[in-house]
T-cell receptor
Framework: DTAVSQTPKYLVTQMGNDKSIKCEQN?????MYWYKQDSKKFLKIMFSYNNKELIINETVPNRFSPKSPDKAHLNLHINSLELGDSAVYFC??????????????FGPGTRLLVL | AQSVAQPEDQVNVAEGNPLTVKCTYSVSGNPYLFWYVQYPNRGLQFLLK??????LVKGSYGFEAEFNKSQTSFHLKKPSALVSDSALYFC???????????FGTGTRLLVSP
């Protein structure tokens, strides 16, 4: 069983469209994250949610809106897609929000290409 | 702010030889350090972490990392490299509030047969 899963794996779309990426974890974790990996493979956190509550929002444009219907799911909706949004988006989860020893477990990534 | 640096974009090593992937860190307070590996077109996989205790941390797939406080380093090592170890390796540090990971820029490891 996949611990952290994302759909879709690949997403090719036109500029200006709205799209969503879904993430689910079956680890029973309280905290979930979205990271963006750019073309240079640089990884940066975008959001974190703890028990459906937004905790971190790292100066991400308003066009990006995360939604957590329950603590096992964290979806990412992107409005008015721009060329610069092309990247790989990773979902991750950890048992709880804080704690130095907490390990984050990552999903396989969603490769978004905006044309 | 917490940060890590990976000074090498790429490391080349022959199969069977030892490998080292370098990471240095900058933190205020105690360092909590992680190594992840990313295989082509895959997600990140956790390898190992240092929280406290022994300076030599053992992890998955035969990897280990040596924590050196005086040199503020956390280098990833493996005694004998495999071609299948070829991947992108990320060092990361837990931020001060323990709420997120801050990643290095990644080091590509290429193990030749």
């Amino acid at each position: 069983d996949t611990a952290v899963s994302q759909t879709p794996k690949y997403l090719v779309t036109q500029m200006g469209n709205d799209k969503s990426i879904k993430c689910e974890q079956n680890l029973g974790h309280d905290t979930m994250y979205w990271y963006k990996q750019d073309s240079k493979k640089f990884l940066k956190i975008m959001f974190s949610y703890n028990n459906k509550e937004l905790i971190i929002n790292e100066t991400v444009p308003n066009r990006f809106s995360p939604k957590s219907p329950d603590k096992a799911h964290l979806n990412l909706h992107i409005n008015s897609l721009e060329l610069g949004d092309s990247a790989v988006y990773f979902c991750a989860s950890s048992p709880v929000l804080s704690g130095a020893h907490q390990t984050q477990y990552f999903g396989p990534g969603t490769r978004l290409l905006v044309l | 702010a917490q940060s890590v640096a990976q000074p090498e974009d790429q490391v080349n090593v022959a199969e069977g030889n030892p490998l080292t992937v370098k990471c240095t860190y900058s933190v205020s307070g105690n360092p909590y350090l992680f190594w992840y590996v990313q295989y082509p077109n895959r997600g990140l996989q956790f390898l190992l972490k240092y929280i406290t205790g022994d300076n030599l941390v053992k992890g998955s797939y035969g990897f280990e990392a040596e924590f050196n406080k005086s040199q503020t380093s956390f280098h990833l090592k493996k005694p004998s490299a495999l071609v299948s170890d070829s991947a992108l390796y990320f060092c990361a540090v837990r931020d001060e509030g323990f709420q997120k990971l801050v990643f290095g820029t990644g080091t590509r490891l290429l193990v030749s047969p």
